[in-house]
């Protein structure tokens, strides 16, 4: 079992920042790919970006490329995820997922452990 505790969320003004923490516990050795999801009110839960666990490759979802980025500190058991230039339409709980099948997928079914969320609310 993965344990997933995610921190950092918050209120913030659009264009400001935020940094998102995720800390991993229990069976890490397990965890080949790790990934942020959010879910607005209302709507479905939906991709953000995603890190290899011990390798470099990346991917993002085309609504937050270029103003997030995704790593992680494998000795801390760590994701993190910095996000700047925030909109109001970035509103949203945010949850660290992981995932013990081989290669970055963007399907929320496709992860085996989640977070409990973290709320991010951005004004305008």
């Known amino acids: 079992q993965v344990h997933l505790v995610e921190s950092g969320g918050g209120l913030v003004q659009a264009g400001g920042s935020l940094r998102l923490s995720c800390a991993a516990s229990g069976t890490t050795f397990s965890i080949n790919t790790m990934a942020w999801f959010r879910q607005a009110p209302g709507k479905e839960r939906e991709f953000g970006a995603a890190?290899?666990?011990?390798?470099?490759?990346?991917h993002y979802a085309e609504s937050v490329k270029g103003r997030f980025t995704i790593s992680r500190d494998n000795a801390k058991f760590t994701l993190y995820l910095q996000m700047n230039s925030l909109k109001p339409e970035d509103t949203a709980v945010y949850y660290c997922a992981a995932r013990t099948g081989i290669g970055i997928n963007h399907n929320a079914w496709a992860y085996d452990y989640w977070g409990q969320g973290t709320q991010v609310t951005v004004s305008s």
């Open positions: 890190i290899v666990w011990l390798g470099s490759t990346t």
